[in-house]
């Protein structure tokens, strides 16, 4: 029961990193990127949703982190 355990903490931790790399790529980079090309001033709230999204997704990446701490030897 131990290895079906471990594998299902490792399958839910890559779940969770993944969403973690979506939420900083497509809240996080993305909408600053498209800004940049039409002017030279960013909205304020367009950075502050971008360190919002970043933060998010490196919160979940510790908290997959934190999952891999609980495998069974």
Same mark, same amino acid.
Request: glycine residues 6%.
């Given at each position: 029961?131990?290895?079906?355990?471990?594998?299902?903490?490792?399958?839910?931790?890559?779940? @969770?990193?993944? /969403? *973690?790399i979506a939420v900083i790529a497509v809240g996080g980079f993305a909408?600053?990127?498209?800004?940049?090309?039409?002017?030279?001033?960013?909205?304020?709230?367009?950075?502050?949703?971008? @360190?919002?999204? /970043? *933060?998010?997704?490196?919160?979940?990446?510790?908290?997959?982190s934190l999952l891999l701490k609980r495998l069974k030897p």
């Amino acid at each position: 029961m131990d290895l079906v355990h471990n594998e299902r903490m490792k399958l839910l931790a890559t779940f @969770i990193n993944s /969403m *973690a790399i979506a939420v900083i790529a497509v809240g996080g980079f993305a909408p600053i990127y498209s800004r940049l090309g039409e002017t030279l001033q960013i909205n304020p709230l367009i950075v502050f949703n971008a @360190i919002y999204c /970043m *933060a998010a997704g490196c919160c979940m990446h510790v908290l997959a982190s934190l999952l891999l701490k609980r495998l069974k030897p």
